[in-house]
């Protein structure tokens, strides 16, 4: 039995699997709902931020990516070239740089974009009441961005999942 083999094979599918299906809930479902919602949507958000999901996913993302290259370097015989030069290597190789992009582009633009909605919407509360609307008009705003940025890295995920299905039988 080779037990890091296997550890590092059921974090990768287990982490990437919620990883991959927090993000297409968010950018499918929750999401939009939350824009429909107005306003009362930052209650959601102030929830899953109590939570600390914007701490869980990208740690849950980081660490699918570090077992998924240390598998990609077993499977690989050390990142042979003869291996990754094939198509099986191609394949697990764009997985990998979309999943990487996809924890780039969550990390850079969704998160930030939260967190600053998620502030300014706390802060509203106890502002003068004639900044309020700016203040919540900007939080929307945000909430806007991180939602194009979640549809962005959905996509990515999914470009990672798929290449990552059939690397094998390439």
Do not use: C
């Amino acid at each position: 039995m080779d037990a890091p083999l296997l550890v590092a094979r059921v974090l990768h599918v287990a982490l990437g699997v919620f990883w991959g299906g927090v993000v297409v809930f968010n950018a499918a479902f929750l999401g939009p709902s939350m824009a429909e919602a107005g306003p009362e949507g930052a209650k959601v958000a102030g929830g899953l931020m109590r939570r600390r999901f914007l701490d869980v996913l990208p740690t849950t993302a980081i660490l699918t990516i570090i077992s998924g290259v240390y598998l990609l370097w077993r499977v690989s015989a050390g990142f042979a070239p003869g291996y990754m030069g094939s198509r099986a290597g191609i394949a697990y190789s764009v997985g990998m740089l979309a999943s990487v992009v996809a924890l780039g582009v969550g990390l850079g633009m969704l998160r930030p974009a939260m967190l600053r909605a998620a502030a300014l919407s706390q802060s509203a509360g106890q502002a003068a009441p004639e900044a309020r609307p700016a203040m919540l008009a900007e939080a929307q705003a945000l909430r806007g961005r991180a939602g194009r940025a979640g549809r962005v890295v959905a996509w990515l995920i999914g470009v990672a999942v798929v290449t990552m299905a059939v690397a094998r039988y390439l």
